[in-house]
């Protein structure tokens, strides 16, 4: 108080009308920056049990190798649907990239008959070539991302033009801020037939990924991409170093330069798949530099990106050391568990929008 005192009769007014304004500024701040969230599964195998004459999808029929029947299916949607509820807590992901999913059948009863059916979600799916009948697919929240446009990028491989696989996802769309983003989901060539052998599908698809983002680049100033999937290569592979030229976050990122949110996580031994003991990240999260720029309205950082690796997930790994995945099937053997990979999602921050958490309807 002696100090005050010592001050001006201008000055103590100043302090006063400062401390007066300052927790309503506060409060304001918390306000404008709304979390978003955005997640990427692969959730193994999610079939229907309906026979589709155009792919290989025997395995997955009731009379099939696997077994696979109605209780089971639905038993898988109903696990599919509490994982993304359960990421989401209170407020379920605006925006959810799936892999391995067969159909659409099997994507409107995931939203109309899972956990998620009080949120309202849409989705984008096209049925793709690949022999086994597994595509990607999007969900996402009418009220949280106003979709432009869809459309899905083929691969064909000029050496092995017999040899069929997923397409590419590419979605258009608005977010609350007013921004847009342009999403990629993707699920690049498995590693079945060995790491090597298969290494040049992953390159071509990778390089496919890489001429989409070069036109998005050319054609909008500063673009939002987010590239998401299960890349089935780690983040310091030749397909996601060289070929997309993903480089570890920056403080000082470059718009157009692509950064991978999930190097970092792998360099620290985490992972949303585990191979022969090892945790990996083969699924990731690639982002434009625009959206780490944390001037602009709508971004996100390095450590916004996490796996989610809840216990229920889980299961103990009896070959190696700790846990693993909990997955549906071991081999042929059902293991009624959740997926072979664990979710990877990243939030990012909007510093406006409007505020739209009520229950939506779903229009599908």
Known sequence: MKFLFKMTKKEVVFIIILLFFLPETATMQNYERERYRIVSYNVENYFDVVNDSATIDEEFLPDGARRWNFSRYKTKQMRIGKVLAAIGGWNAPQIVGLCEVESRKSLVDLIRY????????QFVHYDS????????????????????????????????????????????????SGDTLHIIVCHLPSRLEGELESENRRIFVAQTIRNQVD???????????????????????????????????????????????????????????????????????????NLLNTENDFYTQQADANVFDEKFLLEKDAAGLGTKPFRTYNGFAYNNGYSDHLPLFVDFWMKSRNTENETESNDD
């Open 114 to 121: 899972s956990g998620l059916k009080s949120f309202g979600y």
């Open 129 to 176: 070539p690949d022999a086994r009948g597994v595509d990607v697919a999007l969900l996402y929240r009418p009220r949280q991302f106003k979709l432009i446009n869809s459309k899905p990028v083929h691969i064909h491989f000029p050496n092995a033009p017999e040899i069929r696989t997923r397409d590419l996802l590419l979605v258009t769309g608005n977010v609350p």
């Open 215 to 289: 036109s998005l680049i050319d054609t909008y100033k500063k673009p939002n991409i987010i590239i998401m999937g299960d890349f089935n290569d780690y983040p310091d592979n030749k397909s996601i170093t060289q070929v997309l030229k993903a480089e570890s976050p920056s403080a000082t990122p470059q718009s157009n330069k692509l950064y991978n949110l999930a190097l970092p996580l792998h360099r620290a031994g985490k992972g949303t798949y585990k191979h022969s003991g090892q945790w990996g990240m083969l699924d990731q999260f690639i982002v434009s530099g």
